[in-house]
């Protein structure tokens, strides 16, 4: 009899388990969405979460599955989700209707997670302000006064490339750039030389190399802390503390101190917070911690250096598999320097019209966010649609599908920057290239990430040659365990000195 009562103890547990990670599952199919099976626990992301299957491609399959659908519904664990792919409703989510999705819905916590309450995370209420306030460190006069800086770390970029050049090996594109960038935004947000190029021992280039690092204590923080956001608590207290987090909390604090005491003004990103610091008031009744400052500053850092890092050594993969497209790159970037001399300026990249078709077309085909997220703030019911979704619907725009998609990019896995050509862009609809998302949540540093990507490849491809090699990945072959777009293994190119 006993016995029986545990069984049945037992069984009774299980059911309410079951019911309670399946009781949602019936979400998209009363609201008439069409939509793959969830599986209990997983919902519909089990090769996601298990590192098995990078989301792009996984939301590439499900797009293309449903072709012919508007909007599709998923599950992530139990959580409903909404992929929107057509284009007037993708419009009114980033802009038309921006007041009623401004949230990414994305779980971030000062106590978990110091570094996480940046401007690519915060709510409305935090972002706005905060956004408004930084957005002038951005500005092209901005840019204009940090080209000599950026350029002068290409210089340095092709000086590093010349002693790799000198050892006749492949050179791995993903850490040679990631470099470059490392020691841009040192230089033109921090006001530090951060010598990753020069200095194989550089703290900044190992924080940030280990902060986005393919191993299983990142990917359980990410996966957790995104699709399972209740248990982030409890991870944060099984997994040490990040010496990330340390790290650039005290790099970010000793230098706005440094620069109070010495009187030490630099106009960059760095002394937009310290005014931010000293005139709270501008943020309104936001509290203005030690933490909410350094992650503005880890963010810049962060997202400046990978996804340009990624965007050059994809541009640099591209080009070595395409030897008449890197031929007229490499003939403009010439005839410009013939034109104007050696030094080269803010209007000399401006004028280079092929190498933003190859920047645009390196970024349609490898977009560094391969999903935008958004959040409905209240209730809402889409335009010419019967599907009504409450507050707090978390919503999944497939950057990378769209990107990818035959019937708007003809042959997508042919690179072709003719793509970008005037009249060809005119026969697009906006909402079908979405590198740095749009609307007022757009990236706020997409000029900068476009210039300090552009001058890199400017200064390699003057003086360098890019070849495949043995080691080089073809087909390309994306990593399921990085957290964001990148190859299995790295780039791997053969560099060859021109002069």
């Not at 470059?180 to 194989?200: H, K, P, R, S, W």
């Not at 802390?225 to 010496?243: E, F």
């Amino acid at each position: 009899m006993e016995s029986i009562e545990i069984l049945c103890g037992i069984a009774t547990v299980l059911f309410a388990v079951y019911y309670y990670l399946t009781s949602t599952y019936d979400f998209w199919k009363s609201r008439g969405i069409p939509g793959p099976q969830p599986i209990p626990g997983f919902g519909n992301i089990k090769d996601i979460m298990l590192n098995k299957k990078f989301i792009g491609d996984y939301l590439k399959e499900v797009y293309n599955k449903y072709k012919n659908e508007s909007m599709i519904g998923i599950f992530a664990s139990r959580t409903p989700i909404l992929i929107v792919k057509s284009p007037e409703l993708i419009k009114d989510v980033l802009i038309k209707d921006f007041s009623k999705f401004a949230n990414r819905g994305i779980a971030f916590s000062e106590k978990t997670d110091p570094l996480s309450q940046h401007l690519f995370n915060l709510e409305s209420k935090r972002w706005r302000p905060l956004r408004t306030n930084l957005s002038p460190a951005f500005t092209s006069g901005k840019l204009k006064d940090m080209f000599s800086s950026i350029s002068k770390c290409a210089d340095n970029l092709v000086q590093y490339t010349e002693k790799l050049v000198s050892k006749n090996e492949p050179i791995e594109c993903c850490e040679l750039t990631a470099k470059y960038t490392t020691d841009v935004i040192g230089t033109c947000a921090f006001g530090i030389e951060m010598n990753a190029l020069l200095d194989e021992d550089s703290e900044f280039r190992r924080m940030g190399r280990s902060v986005l690092a393919p191993n299983w204590k990142n990917n359980i923080r990410f996966n957790v802390r995104r699709y399972l956001p209740w248990l982030h608590g409890i991870v944060h207290y099984i997994l040490p503390r990040s010496q990330v987090i340390t790290f650039f909390t005290r790099v970010v604090v000793e230098t706005m101190d440094y620069r109070d005491l010495n009187n030490v003004n630099r106009n960059d990103f760095i002394d937009m917070l310290r005014e931010l610091k000293r005139n709270p008031d501008k943020l309104g009744d936001i509290k203005l911690t030690e933490s909410l400052i350094a992650s503005q500053a880890f963010v810049f850092f962060l997202a400046g250096f990978e996804t340009s890092s990624m965007t050059m050594s994809h541009a640099l993969y591209e080009l070595a598999l395409n030897q008449q497209i890197q031929n007229k790159l490499r003939k403009e970037i010439n005839e410009e320097y013939i034109k104007h001399g050696s030094n080269l300026t803010y209007e000399n990249v401006k004028n280079m019209n092929y190498l933003d078709k190859v920047f645009k077309e390196t970024l349609r085909k490898y977009p560094p966010g391969s999903v935008l997220r958004r959040q409905s703030m209240t209730s809402y019911t889409f335009d010419g649609t019967k599907l009504n979704i409450p507050e707090g619907q978390k919503i999944w725009i497939p950057v990378f599908a769209i990107h990818r998609d035959p019937e708007i990019y003809p042959k997508p896995d042919v690179f072709d920057p003719e793509r970008f050509s005037d009249e060809t862009v005119r026969t697009r609809h906006a909402m079908h290239y979405l590198p740095f998302g749009d609307g007022p949540r757009n990236c706020i540093g997409a000029r900068f990430a476009i210039f300090q990507t552009k001058i890199g490849l400017i200064k390699i491809l003057r003086n360098y040659k890019v070849e495949t090699c043995e080691k080089t990945l073809i087909p390309y072959v994306i990593n399921p365990k990085a957290l964001m777009l990148a190859p299995k293994g790295g780039i791997h190119l053969k560099i060859i000195n021109r002069t």
